[in-house]
């Protein structure tokens, strides 16, 4: 069996105007394994997230799933990935299901109406299959965003500050929601400025600051403590 | 050369070329107005040739460049071709607004009136607008990435365009026949008128070159300008 | 691809007629600048016949412009358009779906105002001659909207773009409009389709042109 890595990103940098956000980021990520990423507002996370996806165009470096390089005109490189962002991605004039179903379409699953009802049910949103999105709660929108995002099973889960607004309880459920619809085996890649969150979910934790990496580390200890010591390295 | 000498170099050989162009310029005017005959039929007014069909000459080629490298930005994506393509582009508007007024100063003695559909003044007249439009969005985005790339798009799409307006201006011409439009040209222009033309012509292709330098410089100065301020910040 | 390209279009065709507002908007609109046509001529110069060809490519082609727009703006909801573009399909795909979308609502304005054209001004219509102006219409909108939906997705995001899209558009709609009158008016004169072959060839160049154009283009318009 080939040891092709789930996510080999090198070198990776990218400019907004004449602003370098990311200046030459390594990545890599084995299956199975959860890498939560901590950076103060401004690091660069969203951008190595959105880069990672194949969002965005690194200016350098390359980023590869499963080995395929992730470019615009390779589309089957992005099958493996899903990406959880800040925005729902979802039609404010199609239910539920129907966006689901769009997205299975697009993902040419079999069978994209039963598959869009049995996302909706692992959120326990099948009660809501015909709604519409702006009829929904914010928690709401936030479970269809993960359902739609985690429809076609993918091997890479990428998330942007998911634990955002939530109160403890929303948190704990949506921990527990990913630990049981993310698929075993996927890696998954969580960008966070609270690393408690996702602190029992992440057996990996790096710190991103002003477009580079400052620690890159199993995780130990508790998520205080990595807080302190990153206080401490920024004061010297 | 650094980056911001080799910008300040370009600088200064647009504006060696602006003004010997310019003095060109003047001094074909001076020939055509002094030293060459009138023209037969059209009299004193078609002197104006001299300057409207050189302008014309260097307002597409100054449009066909934006589009050339329009094409390459897209390919390549390389800033300093987006930095071209916006120099060309002012040079552009600025030599089809000559084009446009000059039209109408020959014509009205001698079609008999300001304004006539055919094929290259309606042409022209596109070329204006597709000027206007490319300066109004790049006026209305602000990230340089964005802005290049959407500008290259409407650089290509507008050079395939503009030979289909003149192709089908120019069918709608031939089915509905109207006053012939006299214009002096080809081989039966006499050698003296045709030489002034000439040097008018190379004059106004020297201005093209001098001015698209000259802002292209300006751009250069500019960014380079800006990539010694991040380094140093 | 071409099935990706079908998905796209079905989608924004179900999320259209659940809110219905941009197709009717765009037919009553069209209608209505059809009837401002006959109160803009002078009827002792002017045959509503003559005004005829005319008013409908003017009326179809500004009220399919104005239509433009909605083929991305639909995408920006809750950031949609990154949805598509990670998923597993082409951009090509994308500009194939969304052409589409734009082309049927061009051509669903021109289903409404082409009766009514004949009814309004009078028009003696034979079967060859709506036969002919149909295919004349379907082989202008196909360049024209091809051309739409590139600047469309060029100026989704962009603050001004319900009057940068027009400006940049309608330079492009010339051809089109100049071949689609001139057939036009000819076919409705009585004159066989071979007549106006000459035109049909030049919308059909433009067509091809502007549509791989557009196929080349799209892709890296979306680059981020």
């Known amino acids: 069996m080939t040891d092709v890595p789930l996510l080999d990103a090198r070198g990776l940098v990218r400019a907004y105007g004449r602003t370098t956000v990311l200046r030459g980021i390594d990545l890599s990520l084995a299956a199975g394994e959860t890498l939560a990423i901590v950076g103060p507002n401004g690091a660069g996370k969203t951008t190595l997230l959105r880069c990672l996806a194949g969002l965005l165009r690194p200016a350098k470096g390359e980023v590869r799933v499963l080995g395929a390089l992730v470019k615009a005109d390779a589309p089957e490189s992005r099958r493996p990935?899903?990406?959880?962002?800040?925005?729902?991605?979802?039609?404010?004039?199609?239910?539920?299901?129907?966006?689901?179903?769009?997205?299975?379409?697009?993902?040419?699953?079999?069978?994209?109406?039963?598959?869009?009802?049995a996302g909706l049910r692992s959120v326990q949103l099948d009660q809501k299959a015909d709604a519409l999105p702006r009829d929904l709660s914010r928690g709401m929108l936030q479970r269809a965003a993960i359902a739609r995002a985690l429809l076609h099973r993918p091997t890479l889960v990428l998330l942007d500050e998911p634990f955002t607004g939530l109160d403890a309880d929303a948190a704990e459920r949506l921990r527990g929601l990913l630990a049981e619809q993310v698929p075993t085996g996927a890696g998954m890649v969580v960008v966070t400025h609270q690393p408690a969150e996702v602190w029992p979910l992440a057996t990996r934790v790096a710190a991103l600051a002003e477009g580079k990496w400052v620690l890159q580390e199993p995780k130990q200890g508790t998520p205080d403590e990595l807080l302190a010591r990153l206080r401490m390295g920024a004061l010297a | 050369m650094s980056n911001l000498e080799q910008a300040r170099a370009l600088v200064k050989r647009g504006q060696v070329m602006t003004v010997i162009a310019v003095t060109a310029i003047a001094l074909c005017a001076v020939r055509a107005l002094l030293f060459t005959p009138v023209e037969r039929f059209q009299g004193p007014a078609q002197k104006i040739f001299y300057l409207h069909v050189p302008a014309a000459w260097s307002a597409f080629l100054a449009f066909g460049l934006v589009g050339i490298v329009s094409g390459l930005y897209l390919w390549l994506d390389d800033r300093r071709l987006d930095l071209f393509a916006e120099a060309s582009a002012e040079t552009g508007t600025i030599l089809t607004a000559i084009v446009l007024i000059t039209g109408p100063i020959w014509g009205k003695p001698i079609w008999g009136a300001w304004w006539v559909w055919d094929a290259r003044l309606t042409s022209t007249l596109f070329l204006f607008f597709i000027f206007i439009g490319y300066h109004s969005l790049r006026a209305a985005v602000h990230d340089p990435q964005d802005r290049a790339r959407f500008s290259a798009v409407l650089g290509i799409l507008g050079a395939m365009l503009i030979p289909f307006i003149h192709l089908t201006v120019y069918l709608f011409r031939t089915q509905h026949p109207m006053p012939v439009v006299a214009r002096p040209e080809g081989p039966t222009l006499p050698g003296v008128m045709l030489l002034t033309l000439l040097l008018s012509l190379g004059a106004f292709t020297l201005l093209y070159l001098g001015w698209t330098t000259l802002r292209y410089g300006i751009g250069r100065v500019r960014e380079a300008r800006e990539e010694l301020h991040d380094a140093t910040a | 691809m071409i099935r990706l390209a079908l998905t796209i279009a079905a989608k924004d065709l179900r999320a259209e007629l659940r809110s219905r507002t941009a197709l009717v908007t765009a037919l009553a609109f069209a209608a209505l600048v059809l009837v401002l046509f006959e109160f803009a001529r002078d009827p002792t110069r002017l045959t509503a016949a003559l005004l005829a060809p005319s008013a409908v490519w003017i009326t179809g082609t500004f009220a399919a412009t104005l239509t433009l727009g909605r083929a991305f703006s639909t995408e920006q909801d809750h950031h949609a358009m990154d949805g598509l573009?990670?998923?597993?399909?082409?951009?090509?795909?994308?500009?194939?779906?969304?052409?589409?979308?734009?082309?049927?609502?061009?051509?669903?304005?021109?289903?409404?105002?082409?009766?009514?054209?004949?009814?309004?001004?009078?028009?003696?219509?034979?079967?060859?001659?709506?036969?002919?102006?149909?295919l004349v219409l379907v082989l202008a909108k196909v360049g024209f909207t091809a051309v739409g939906t590139v600047f469309s997705a060029l100026v989704a995001k962009l603050r001004s773009k319900e009057l940068l899209l027009p400006l940049l558009v309608l330079p492009f709609l010339v051809p089109p409009l100049i071949g689609g009158v001139q057939a036009t008016a000819r076919l409705l004169d009585g004159q066989p389709l071979s007549d106006v072959s000459g035109w049909l060839r030049l919308l059909l160049a433009y067509d091809l042109v502007f549509v791989v154009g557009g196929l080349l283009v799209f892709p890296r318009l979306l680059d981020e």
């Not at chain 1, 990935?81 to 179903?101: F, M, P």
């Not at chain 3, 795909?93 to 001004?121: M, T």
């Open chain 1, 81 to 117: 990935i899903g990406l959880v962002s800040h925005h729902s991605l979802l039609y404010d004039d199609l239910t539920l299901r129907e966006n689901l179903a769009f997205h299975a379409r697009l993902h040419a699953l079999d069978a994209p109406d039963d598959r869009a009802m």
């Open chain 3, 85 to 134: 573009l990670l998923a597993p399909v082409p951009r090509e795909a994308i500009f194939i779906g969304k052409w589409l979308g734009a082309l049927a609502f061009a051509l669903a304005i021109d289903v409404l105002i082409v009766p009514l054209a004949v009814l309004f001004f009078n028009l003696r219509m034979t079967a060859e001659a709506l036969a002919g102006i149909a």
